[in-house]
């Protein structure tokens, strides 16, 4: 989660991992705070937060069914993957799965060749993965 705060009432717009919008918190009593709802923050909606600008010569689409795509102005290739990412690490393969009514609209699946472990993310959006990338992440508990 990426936080910044709002107000001296202690709003935060947080970035958490696994949403597709940041979300609005306000503290209630220290250390606890009320989900207030999804925003717009211009420059936090395309993975910024987390991941820092995407530099040209790439610009960032949606699709019909809006999935994000990565568009290089120069070459014309179009990507799924986020270019800020970096290649996938050497044990993970995408799988190639088709989605389910059931499954998030922004899911790909991933297997470990190693361990087995399938996963329904990308493993380079995990929190050593992005803390490794110098990311401010903090964790707290939603109850």
């Known amino acids: 989660m990426l936080a910044k705060k709002l107000t001296d009432l202690g ?3 947080c970035v958490v991992l696994g949403c597709s919008h940041p979300l609005i918190f306000r503290l209630h009593r220290p250390g606890h705070f009320t989900l207030v ?3 717009f923050v211009y420059g936090l909606m395309d993975g910024e937060a987390l991941l820092g600008v995407l530099h040209h010569p790439w610009k960032i689409q949606y699709v019909l ?3 994000p795509r990565f568009f290089n102005t120069v070459t014309s290739q179009i990507s799924a993957d986020d270019p800020r990412l970096g290649p996938l690490p050497q044990e993970w393969e995408e ?3 088709p989605l389910v009514r059931d499954d998030p609209m922004f899911c790909r699946f991933f297997k470990n060749c190693v361990t087995r472990e399938t996963i329904n993310w990308d ?3 995990s929190l050593n993965s992005l803390k490794q990338q110098g990311a401010d992440l903090r964790c707290f508990r939603l109850v």
């Open 95 to 97: 799988m190639g799965i």
């Open 11 to 13: 709003d935060l717009v």
């Open 37 to 39: 709802g999804p925003c």
């Open 123 to 125: 493993p380079r959006m």
């Open 65 to 67: 069914g809006g999935k």
